[in-house]
């Protein structure tokens, strides 16, 4: 199994858009096809495609001008579209609106699942937190997936795992802020048009203060419902289960948090309705599972406490650590990959499909080497 390319970027956002795009061709033009061919299977016209991406080019634009800026590098570099860049990191909010809008009889719910999990210091052996999450999506992203290390001219240099064409997905920073993200559902969804996911997680992994990414996560409006967790490498974490225009705080219980696709909120449910659960029934024991997991390993937990807890297969293929599987509208659905990140030391160690691979790359914030196995992974290989 491959692992996930690294490319290094840096300079102005047009001329990073660039490097990006030259280094990264192949894997962009395959999410543009993913999400272009999602589109076409709904009935989408190339007018109303279009329209669609105008509307989030123009959000994009207000929300931040570089931001468009860069994705017009990418195009430049990768001879991809300006408006299938603009899809990539739109994709969630364009897939689902055209879906909703389409003339054509629609099966396809996408079992865009995720479990993420967060160790405070005082649960760690490190003395460091932990933060990971199982990325749960169409398993063609394996080949799509990409890492970029980024030197900012103007805040923090940051490390993000995302899908190659887009801006952000997972990651950390060099002020110690890290952010992973997974699907939640409600009935506010897509009435109003609001900033793309990935944006709002690019947002976050540009502050130098976790006050800051907590604002951008908390106050940033949304098209569509999101489960967000963010954490500071000084010591603590919280988990936002976001709607459109709300956002609900969840806290370290017991020096953690596990969350994965129903909404848990008191809050939360006393003011809207789940309905995303006929899309990941398992979810209500994924969490727990996690949570299990963990705490039988005792009080102080690493890296590798948290990859066992991820790893998890209990009931697969509807587990944890998802093999790949039909989804309902017949598209293959997997874990697409497992990534952990240890903040303090700018480390995220990433496996793809890791239902069948548990060979882990190392990806290093600091310094300009290249991604290489981690020992554990090593060792096993060794042996």
């Known amino acids: 199994m491959s692992p996930f390319p690294l490319v290094t970027l840096s300079g102005a956002p047009q001329a990073r858009g660039r490097q ?4 990264l061709k192949d894997r962009i033009a395959r999410s543009a096809a993913l999400y272009g061919g ?3 299977k709904y009935g989408i016209s190339a007018a109303h495609k279009a329209a669609l991406i105008a509307e ?8 931040d001008e570089n931001y468009l800026k860069e994705m017009r ?3 430049e570099g990768s001879g991809v579209a300006l408006d299938d860049i603009v899809m990539i990191n739109a994709r969630t909010e364009v897939v689902a609106l055209a879906r909703a809008q389409s003339t054509k009889p629609v099966d396809d719910e996408l079992d865009d699942g ?3 999990a967060m160790l405070l210091p005082e649960r760690s052996a490190s003395g460091n937190l932990i933060h990971g999450q199982n990325w749960d999506w169409r398993a063609e992203c394996a080949e799509t997936g990409v890492v970029l290390r980024v030197r900012q001219d103007h805040g923090p240099d940051y490390l993000t795992f995302v899908e190659a064409g887009g801006l952000a997905r997972s990651g950390l920073n060099a002020a110690g802020i890290s952010i992973t993200a997974n699907y939640l559902e409600c009935e506010r969804d897509y009435t109003k048009l609001g900033i793309p996911l990935g944006l709002i997680r690019r947002k976050v992994l540009e502050q130098e203060h976790f006050a800051l990414a907590a604002k951008a996560v908390a106050t940033t409006p949304k098209s569509c419902s999101n489960n967000i967790m963010v954490a500071s ?8 289960e976001c709607a459109p225009d709300e956002a609900f705080p969840l806290y370290p219980e017991d020096g953690m948090i596990v969350h994965a696709n129903h909404w848990v909120s008191p809050v939360a449910l006393a003011k809207l309705r ?3 659960i006929p899309h990941v029934p398992e979810s209500f024991y994924r969490d727990w599972r996690v949570r299990k997991i963990l705490q039988e390993q005792g009080r102080l937990l690493t890296r590798e406490s948290l990859k066992k807890a991820l790893f998890d297969d209990f009931l697969s293929p509807y587990a944890v650590c998802r093999p790949p599987r039909p989804a309902d509208g017949g598209n293959l659905t997997a874990t697409v990959a497992m990534i952990v990140m240890e903040p303090a030391l700018g480390i995220m160690e990433i496996a793809p499909l890791p239902a069948i691979n548990r060979q882990f790359t190392t990806y290093r914030l600091h310094g300009d080497g290249a991604a290489e ?3 554990a992974a090593a060792a096993a290989l060794e042996h």
Not at 20 to 23: H, N, R, S
Not at 56 to 63: G, L, M, S, V, W
């Open 56 to 63: 989030y080019a123009q959000k994009i634009a207000a929300f």
């Open 114 to 116: 995720c479990t993420g």
């Open 373 to 375: 196995p981690s020992a």
């Open 20 to 23: 990006y795009g030259a280094a």
């Open 38 to 40: 999602a589109l076409e």
């Open 73 to 75: 590098g990418i195009a």
């Open 233 to 240: 490498a000084a010591g603590f974490g919280i988990d936002f």
């Open 274 to 276: 789940d309905t995303g």
